[in-house]
């Protein structure tokens, strides 16, 4: 029996593996040695970036209210000065990334997108600091959320490929642990630089702003060194690269373990065909696509929901400003050690089964964080809540990126992800309308009606993914 038999995969009768085909093989069969741990760590230095951006739709709100130039709830539904449209002006910017910008990862290659997709926010998030309008800096917020778009597809597309099978777990909790440090750095130097804290005669949220653009661009020229992907490079025909490469990887992968390369597992078919994004609809992927798309949809209700209104929701409970942003630097460290807790077991149990069980978690924990009103428990049940939501967040990242094949991986992951910012556009308008009539218990009534989605539609449609080729999934 042929590995395509064992994949399910149309391979043709004759079929010889191709130099390519067995390249990915032989990527597989690797150890999770020094050398790429450290690619790893530079794809997740990325990530801290990322985090950081979004972490900014919470940690910045406080000041935009004290320096007047937006406000915590909209006049009308669609308000355009409240705090929601900064919210949703992110969201758009992601969103228009996701969907349009991530062919260009597929069509120009991993390491070169993810390049420019940080130095991009570096830059306009820079001059985002600098409005004193709604409008100016609703503008600049969009315009710096493409690059952080382009960058969180790429990024799971790169890691995935770059990682052997067995290890891919553990990876994407790394870059979700390395990701989650952002939260408590941002809230620790937000709760410093809070109302009404002024730095050189510039208020503290504009120093948040420009102190995460100027690290971001110190980060870009370091991450210059990292490898192209080989599977990619392999996809392209390029193969004399992919060997290069990859010989390198075998190298440092004999030396650092001390012993001899496994020979690698017989190779899988892959299409030869050139991607187009339309393949996510043929029927080998329909049900996985759809049931993505719910996904991304509604857990940014869960996500966002809770993490994006931290510190707003402790100041509608009767917390003081100040006291809001240090409980919710504490709140995040929960977020930033989850992650590296899942580790452990994260290349053990299904991915399927880890985004139904944290979404249940967050749905139970958010409603009784809404009941509560002591510090300490809103700090324990915030606390739980930040570990479920990243819980959630690998979960996403880490199954949607092994779900398609390589020469469509970037532009299907785009897709569906597109769907979560869509959500993130609407999103914080709803919040802000159940906040408005309903209190905290509205909102986490409304999360919790969106996650019931998600662990339906996952648990219903979701494949296996666990310690299997991607070539194999994919088909």
Known sequence: MTSATLTGTAAPAAWTPTVAEKLTARLDRLPMTRTIWVMALLLSLGGFFDGYAIGLIGAVAPGLFHAKIMTATTVSFFGMTGFASYIASFFAGLFVAALFGAYVADRFGRRVIFAIALLWFGITNFIMGFQTTADGLDIWRFISALGVGLELVTVDAYLSELVPKRARGKAFGFLLGITGVSGPVIYIISSRLAPPVTLLGQDGWRWVVWIGSVAAIVVWWIRLGLPESPRWLAQQGRVEEAEKVMAHMEARAEAESGRPLQAPDPPHYQDPREGNW??????????????????????????????????????????????????????????????????????????????????????????????????????????????????????????????????????????????????????????????????????????????????????????????????????
Not at 315 to 342: D, N, W
Not at 410 to 420: I, L
């Open 278 to 475: 339309t393949e996510v609809f043929e029927p080998r992927y329909r049900t996985r696509t759809i049931m993505l798309m719910l996904f991304n949809f509604f857990q940014t209700v869960g996500y966002y929901g809770f993490f994006a209104w931290i510190p707003t929701l402790l100041i509608k409970k009767g917390i003081h400003v100040t006291q809001s942003l240090e409980y919710t630097a504490i709140i995040m460290v929960a977020q930033t050690a989850f992650p590296f807790i899942v580790m452990s077991f994260a290349d053990r149990m299904e991915r399927k089964w880890q985004v139904c069980t944290s979404c249940f978690l967050i749905a139970v924990f958010g409603m009784w964080f809404s009941a509560l009103t002591n510090a300490v428990g809103l700090i324990i049940l915030g606390a739980a809540l930040a570990a479920s939501t990243q819980w959630m967040a690998y979960g996403l990242h880490n199954y949607q990126s092994e779900l398609y094949p390589t020469r469509i991986r970037a532009r299907a992951v785009g897709f569906v992800y597109s769907w979560s910012r869509i959500a993130g556009v609407v999103t914080p308008f709803f919040v802000a309308y159940f906040l408005k009539v309903g209190g905290v218990p509205g909102v986490f009534a409304f999360v919790a009606a969106s996650l019931a989605v998600v662990i339906v539609s996952v648990a219903a449609m979701g494949p296996r993914t666990l310690n299997l080729e991607l070539e194999a999934i994919a088909h």
